[in-house]
C-alpha cells in the first residue's frame, strides 16, 4: 500500500532541543536490539526494513535547518542496514546513513536499531522494532504474525494520531519551575576516542519481583534504589567530609502513555529525579527505598507531570522565543540544556519493562534489550528491558574506570540477587 507522507514536520516538544545540543562526536541517541535464534539475512532484513519503514512516517525523515526551528523533511527510501560495531551508539552525523536520523545494525544473530532522540522515545522505538522484527520472521519464514498498536501492519494506512505532538495536545493550566539542586557527578577518566563501554547483568525477574514485593516497592524503584545506594557509596570514599557532599539523584524517564491517551510513535515521556541528600548522614537500603517510593509516588501523577511538560510547552510558544532566528536561539537551548539538562542527576536509569511479544515470534527471539547512549555530562547511564524471565540491566559508559556498575552488582549480589555480567571489548 502506498502512504501519503507529510512534506515536513515540525520536532515535537521534546525533541527540538536535541539537533541543537548536538556535537560532532556526541548526539543523544538509544538503542534497541533483538536476539534471533539464527544469523541473521542481510538480503531478508533490508527487504523487510524497505517493506516497513513508510509504514513510519515520523521515522521516513531527515533533520533540516529552519529560519526559526529545525524541522523534519520526508525522505524517499530507507537507510541500508550496516554492520555492527563494538561500540554502540556511536555519534550518528548528517553525513552518514543517507540521513536518516536512525540506524539498522545487525551482527551474527543481532538486529539493533539506533535512534536519534529528536525521533522518538522508547515506545515509539520499540513499536519500530517490533514491527521490523514481525516482517523479517513473515518474510524468512511464512510466520503469519496477528498485527496491532505494538506490532503495525504495513498495509494499513497511517493513524494522524500517531504523528502528533501530545505535549501541545495535553498542555494544561498550570505550570511547575524547573529550578532543582545540582546533583553529585560521577567522574572519571574520559575515553580520549570516545569509546562506549557496555556492561550488560542479567537477574532473573522473579527474584528481584519477588523482593520489591516484599518491601511494597514496584521493580523500577527497587533497582533505582540500589543504583542510588551505589552512587552514594562511591561519593562516601571520594568526599570524605560530610558537609561537602552533593544530592545522589537519578533520572526516572516516565512514559505519559500511562497518563494520557496518545497513540503518537513520537517523543511523549517526562522524567522525575528521586535521590536522596547525604550531607544529611548516612543512608540505609530501607531509608533511600522509602526516599526513592515517597518521591516518585508524589511526582508521578497525571497533574503533577503534566504541570512539568506544560512550562516547556510554554517556553516554545513564547512569542520572543518563537520570532528569534535559530542563530540566535541555538546558544539559548545550549544554554538552558547546561542549566537544566542532565547536572539535576547523577545517572539516568530507563526502563522499558516486560517486552510483550505474539506467540508467533517467540520461538525465533532469544532475547531484546534496551541501550542508552552517552549522555553530554554525565558518563554513565543504564537501560533496562526484561524478556522471557531476565532483567537485562546496560550500563553504558565514556570512562575507563566501570566503578558505577561495579559498586551497582556488588550491591544486587548483597541482597541475594544471581548477576550474569557480560560487556564489550576493544576491536
Given amino acids: ?43 531478508i ?20 535547518r529552519g529560519i526559526f526551528w529545525y524541522f523534519f523533511e520526508g525522505k524517499d527510501g530507507s537507510p541500508e542496514p550496516l554492520p555492527d560495531s563494538c561500540c554502540p551508539c556511536e555519534p550518528l552525523r ?30 515509539g522505538g520499540l513499536c519500530f522494532l517490533k514491527t521490523l522484527l514481525a ?72 527474584v528481584v519481583s519477588s523482593l520489591a514485593k516484599e518491601k511494597g516497592v514496584t521493580v523500577t524503584q527497587y533497582l533505582v534504589a540500589v543504583l542510588i ?14 558537609m561537602r557532599r552533593k544530592p545522589v539523584k537519578v533520572s526516572v524517564p516516565i512514559n505519559l502513555r500511562r497518563f494520557f491517551p496518545s497513540t503518537t510513535f513520537r517523543n511523549f515521556s517526562s522524567y522525575v529525579n528521586p535521590g536522596i541528600e547525604p550531607h544529611m548522614g548516612e543512608h540505609s537500603f530501607d531509608e533511600v527505598l522509602k526516599a526513592v517510593y515517597h518521591t516518585m509516588g508524589f511526582e508521578i501523577t ?31 537551548l545550549k544554554l538552558a540544556f547546561r542549566l537544566f539538562g542532565d547536572r539535576k542527576s547523577s545517572c539516568t536509569f530507563t526502563n522499558l519493562g516486560e517486552v510483550a511479544l505474539p506467540e508467533e515470534m517467540k520461538p525465533y527471539i532469544r532475547r531484546m534489550e534496551l541501550i542508552l547512549g552517552p549522555l553530554s555530562r554525565n558518563p554513565v547511564g543504564c537501560a533496562v528491558m526484561s524478556y522471557e524471565g531476565n532483567i537485562y540491566l546496560n550500563f553504558t559508559r565514556v570512562i575507563t574506570e566501570p566503578k558505577v556498575e561495579r559498586e551497582f552488582f556488588t550491591q544486587l549480589v548483597k541482597l541475594g540477587i544471581p548477576v550474569t555480567i557480560e560487556s564489550n571489548q576493544r576491536c
Fill in 135 to 206: 516482517e523479517y520472521l513473515t518474510i524468512k519464514y511464512g510466520v503469519s504474525i496477528p498485527r496491532d498498536s505494538a506490532i503495525l501492519d504495513c498495509d494499513a494506512p497511517v493513524d494522524p494520531a500517531e504523528l502528533e505532538d501530545s505535549f501541545l495536545k495535553y498542555e494544561g493550566i498550570a505550570a511547575r519551575g524547573r529550578w532543582e539542586k545540582d546533583s553529585y557527578l560521577v567522574r572519571g577518566t574520559r575515553e580520549p576516542d570516545g569509546f562506549v563501554h557496555l556492561t550488560c547483568g542479567a537477574v532473573p525477574v522473579e
Fill in 1 to 43: 500500500m502506498t502512504h501519503n507522507h507529510p512534506r515536513w514536520m515540525r520536532l515535537d516538544n521534546a525533541a527540538k532541543i536535541y539537533p541543537a545540543v548536538k556535537k560532532r562526536n556526541w548526539s543523544s541517541l538509544f538503542r534497541l536490539s533483538a536476539t534471533l535464534s539464527e544469523p541473521v539475512d542481510v538480503d
Fill in 229 to 242: 545506594m551505589a552512587i552514594d557509596t562511591m561519593q562516601c570514599r571520594e568526599v570524605r567530609l560530610q
Fill in 45 to 64: 532484513l533490508k527487504k523487510a526494513l524497505a517493506r516497513m519503514v513508510p509504514r513510519f512516517p515520523s521515522f521516513h525523515v531527515h533533520i533540516r
Fill in 94 to 123: 548528517p553525513e552518514e546513513n543517507d540521513g536518516f536520523a536512525f540506524r539498522v545494525r545487525y551482527y551474527e544473530n543481532r538486529i539493533a536499531v539506533e535512534f536519534f532522540h529528536a525521533l522518538t522515545d522508547g515506545t
Fill in 302 to 332: 497525571e497533574k503533577n507531570l503534566q504541570a512539568k511538560f506544560t512550562a516547556n510547552v510554554r517556553s516554545e510558544k513564547n512569542l520572543f522565543l518563537r520570532v528569534t532566528p535559530l542563530f540566535i536561539k541555538t546558544p539559548l
